[in-house]
């Protein structure tokens, strides 16, 4: 009988295949397994559910002039915060813990973490807040109905409202893990989106020069103020063009994150 014969020969392993949806796999699994998503989330939809039944409870018909879906709504303008620096955490946080250095690794091309991170983080923010309006508002209409703020999700213009609301935020969230990227630090960017987003064009309204009032229409917080209303709001630009104006916002910071990412150190 012949002895068998065993290779000594190593075994080589399989070359390693980087993908799109691998990237996107990696940082859906990086994003949920954060304490501080599931807060942030959880925090951002109790605020806005949370006002919108006080607005509902509490109304008396003093504020009638104001639009049904905003009335609802107030509480965006909190979770508002809370969806900007949740997209800060997703950029600038890698850089805080140094995480990013991994991921950047696996990916020698850069981009696409960046680009799979802000698809991911816009999937899941204009899902939640849609959501979130939907059922604030049919809970507020609990206590609205029979009064002149009653409506429903089939008249004119509501499910317009709440969509675009809902989009008006992710698109204000992505713009602040734009600034992520790009500051590499949770506070430099936190505070580059208040002091830009925020008061910036509130401290350029001073200025006594008519074309700076309206190119300030078309700031992200002003355009952003036009949308999530069934009736047109006084003094803004369209829905149609404040979205359109919100996407180039977003897409400007992305691209300047982008370039930086491919030229600077990790």
């Known amino acids: 009988m012949s002895a068998v014969q065993h290779s000594t020969a190593p075994v080589t392993p399989a070359p390693y295949r980087l993908t799109t949806k691998g990237v996107l796999r ?4 990086k994003l949920w397994t954060l304490r501080s998503t599931w807060i942030t989330l959880l925090t951002a939809t109790a605020l806005v559910l949370a006002v919108g039944i006080t607005m509902g409870v509490t109304y008396d018909g003093d504020d009638a002039e104001i639009d049904t879906v905003v009335f609802t709504l107030f509480g965006t303008q909190l979770s508002q915060i809370c969806l900007a620096v949740l997209g800060i ?5 890698e850089y805080s813990t140094g995480m ?4 950047l690794t696996a990916v020698p ?3 696409p973490v960046l680009w799979s991170k802000a698809g991911i ?7 939640l807040c849609l959501v979130t309006n939907v059922v604030t508002f049919l809970t507020a209409q609990i206590w609205l109905s029979g009064s002149d703020k009653e409506l429903s999700l089939t ?3 509501v499910l317009g409202a709440l969509a675009s609301s809902a989009a008006a935020i992710t698109f204000l969230s992505l713009i602040a893990l734009g600034l992520g990227a790009l500051f590499r630090s949770v506070p430099g960017a936190i505070g580059a989106f208040v002091g830009s ?3 910036l064009p509130e401290v350029l309204t001073m200025l006594p020069f008519g074309a700076v009032d309206t190119a300030i229409k078309y700031f992200p917080a002003q355009a952003a103020s036009s949308l999530g209303s069934v ?3 006084e003094n803004t630009i369209a829905p149609g063009t404040a979205l359109f104006a919100l996407a180039l916002w977003s897409a400007v910071i992305i691209t300047a994150a982008s370039v930086l990412l491919k030229r600077r150190d990790v």
Do not use: K
């Open 121 to 127: 983080f816009t999937a899941i923010a204009f899902t």
């Open 197 to 199: 987003v925020l008061i």
């Open 89 to 93: 955490l997703v950029t600038a946080g």
């Open 231 to 233: 009736t047109r709001v």
């Open 26 to 29: 990696s940082e859906w699994h």
């Open 155 to 157: 008249d004119s213009g």
């Open 109 to 111: 091309h850069r981009l």
């Open 100 to 103: 990013i250095r991994a991921s």
